[in-house]
């Protein structure tokens, strides 16, 4: 799908957890408990990602109805089919980390395969368990020699608190207007020392994200 078309899709419908203007205080409160009850249960990621989304259908039936007809038009107009599969080159980029500091693909392949994970924003609870999974396999991640960055289109300071509240110890990068991100779609990239793209997660449905175990099998193979 071009970049054009995901954009405009994303622009006619605000999504954002933090602009659900029509919760009532009771509602939101519920939805941050069982956030709190998802993010703490025992299981995979995916079954904490459905456990919260089918929380949010309950306490705000619309939001769950306004995201399935987004990601149903995304759908339709082929999203995720332009971004590259496996044994295509991963696109270069080079992007600001939280201090500012130039951060490019290049030099993080040089020290072994990469998986690169896009999120929404520092606000979106979905991302928050993501990277929380994410973190809790580091260990493993790093014994397979492999690294994570993270890219999300947010300024400094939001990037540097979406960091600091995961307690991420890896690079959260800056893409401000969503360029890069745009171009690939919303996805999750496993990239080899060589550059190309080992495996990956394309949805445009950001309530599910790449399977830890997947990640894991896939720089194991980028290994």
Known sequence: MPANVFNSEFGKTDLREQDMTS????SAE?????????????????????????????????YGEAVDRLVARIHENGGGENAPRPGDPMPPFVLPDVT??????????????????????????????????????????????GQVVAIMPEVQQFAEKFKSDADAPFPVLTDLDNGYALSLNLATFVVGRGGLVKARFVD??????????????????AS
């Open 23 to 26: 919760l009532s205080p009771d």
């Open 30 to 62: 519920r939805l941050k408990l069982a956030f709190q009850e998802c993010r703490d249960m025992e299981g995979t990621l995916g079954e904490q990602l459905e456990a919260y989304a089918a929380a949010g259908r309950k306490i705000f039936p619309a």
């Open 204 to 221: 445009p449905d950001f309530r599910k994200r790449m399977d830890i175990d997947d990640l894991i099998a896939a720089l194991q193979s």
């Open 100 to 145: 500012g500091r130039l951060i490019d693909l290049k030099s993080l392949l040089e020290k072994g395969p990469v998986a690169v994970m896009f999120y929404r924003g520092h606000w979106c609870p979905y991302c928050r368990l993501n990277v929380r999974a994410v973190i809790q396999a580091l260990d493993q991640i790093k014994a397979l020699g």
